[in-house]
């Protein structure tokens, strides 16, 4: 087993390293090992076999797979060799491939965001803001990068007093209540968490906001036949949990909201190319997850008459994001682990370490795309910059 396990990690770890496996110390590769993998239980064959990820994440979870150097340095150094993971397509169908029916979209969305505000606020901003932040001075907090994101969005929509802004999967509010307070607009958010309805839901009552904000459990489905209209759309870190095979659906459903010369801005994971996604996130982090990439979704905007304004990629930014939540995220470990347990607590620090990793190598990217439906002539000339 022990040749098994270094043969299949040198295929995929380019990089020197120890491994530690029972009495068998071996050092893969030619000089200084960068770090020791020790298996206090070895994994199984066939578990590795059918997926790399799901295999080494479902050790690192329970404990059966330790690293003497930061989580995050370890992955970063070979995360980029994903391609040469195993994945399994047909035995791993079942997980990689699920049902995109509302109500089982629904209950994947629920099982990530629902899992309770009081963790979220463990290691979130003040914002509570659960998306990529911008960074436009290299001195920012976590708090000024989530303020200055908004304000990016925001300054993009060309937003005027009096329009009505709609925010598709808008989290704890903070966009909206930022956009009411700065542009003198009317928001309205929609989302499928209850935790996040409830207070959002809270705050809007108590800042006394209830004649120019309001939020509902609502799915994204039912905008096309609700009679709504908007000057502006926006969507921050939602398309991921559409699925491929209903984006044209979600394009659909903006169209039928948003009025004729509106503007969209559209924030979310891409990824360079068209793939399932990886079997560990999607059975333990994102059920149903799919990171689309940015030409499947910039392919689908001219059959609605959508216009591209601007394209950005904000992928660095969105390490550097998950660095600070994983600090944050450490910081407060003692208290995560009271209040979901050791395996838990493994998996998120895991999620974080990693997808920090797959950003810093390109495996995953972060666009905004800010959209007009039809010609609007009406614009500044110059981009926001």
């Known amino acids: 087993m022990q040749t098994f396990i270094k043969e299949y990690l040198e295929h995929i770890i380019p990089v020197t390293f120890c491994l530690k496996s029972g009495n068998e110390i071996s050092q893969i590769g030619d000089g200084t090992p960068e770090f020791t993998v020790t298996f206090n239980k070895d994994p199984d064959q066939k578990a590795l076999l059918t997926s790399t990820s799901l295999a080494l994440g479902e050790a690192y979870m329970r404990g059966d797979l330790e690293v003497d150097r930061?989580?995050?340095?370890?992955?970063?150094?070979?995360?980029?060799?994903?391609?040469?993971?195993t994945t399994d397509?047909?035995?791993?169908?079942?997980?990689i491939v699920?049902?995109?029916?509302?109500?089982?979209?629904?209950?994947?969305?629920?099982?990530?965001y629902d899992i309770g505000n009081e963790f979220y606020r463990l290691w979130l901003d003040e914002t509570m803001?659960?998306?990529?932040?911008?960074?436009?001075?290299?001195?920012y907090s976590l708090y000024q990068a989530q303020a200055a994101k908004v304000d990016h969005i925001l300054e993009k929509l060309h937003?005027?007093?009096?329009?009505?802004?709609?925010?598709?999967?808008?989290?704890?509010?903070?966009?909206?209540?930022?956009a009411v307070k700065k542009y003198g607009v009317k928001g309205m958010g929609i989302t499928l968490s209850e935790e996040q309805y409830k207070k959002f839901s809270e705050e809007i009552e108590q800042d006394g906001m209830q004649d120019s904000l309001e939020v509902k459990l609502m799915d994204y489905r039912e905008l096309e036949k609700s009679g709504l209209q908007f000057d502006r759309v926006v969507s921050v870190g939602?398309?991921?949990?559409v699925g491929r095979g209903n984006y044209e659906l979600f394009m659909k459903n903006v169209d039928a909201v948003l009025k004729s010369k509106g503007l969209f801005l559209l924030h979310y994971i891409s990824a360079l190319e068209e793939h399932e996604g990886d079997a560990w996130i999607k059975k333990y982090i994102f059920p149903g997850g799919t990171i689309p990439s940015l030409r499947e979704i910039m392919s689908i905007l001219p059959e609605y008459k959508f216009y591209t304004l601007d394209v950005e990629s904000l992928r660095r930014h969105y390490n550097r994001t998950l660095l600070c939540w994983r600090e944050n995220f450490l910081k407060h470990r003692d208290e995560i682990l009271k209040l979901q347990g050791e395996e838990f607590t493994r998996m998120w620090e895991l999620y974080l370490a990693?997808?920090?990793?797959t950003?810093?190598?390109?495996?995953?990217?972060?666009?905004?795309?800010?959209i007009s439906k039809g010609v609007n002539n009406d614009l500044p000339m110059t981009r926001v910059v």
């Open 70 to 85: 930061d989580l995050y340095e370890v992955l970063n150094l070979f995360l980029g060799e994903m391609g040469k993971f």
């Open 89 to 95: 397509k047909s035995a791993l169908k079942k997980l």
């Open 98 to 112: 699920t049902s995109k029916s509302r109500k089982n979209q629904k209950k994947e969305v629920t099982a990530h």
């Open 129 to 139: 803001s659960y998306s990529c932040g911008y960074f436009k001075e290299e001195s």
């Open 159 to 178: 937003l005027e007093p009096g329009m009505v802004l709609l925010d598709i999967g808008c989290g704890w509010g903070f966009l909206l209540k930022e």
């Open 238 to 241: 939602m398309l991921e949990h």
């Open 354 to 357: 990693s997808c920090a990793a």
């Open 359 to 370: 950003f810093h190598n390109g495996i995953i990217d972060l666009h905004q795309i800010l």
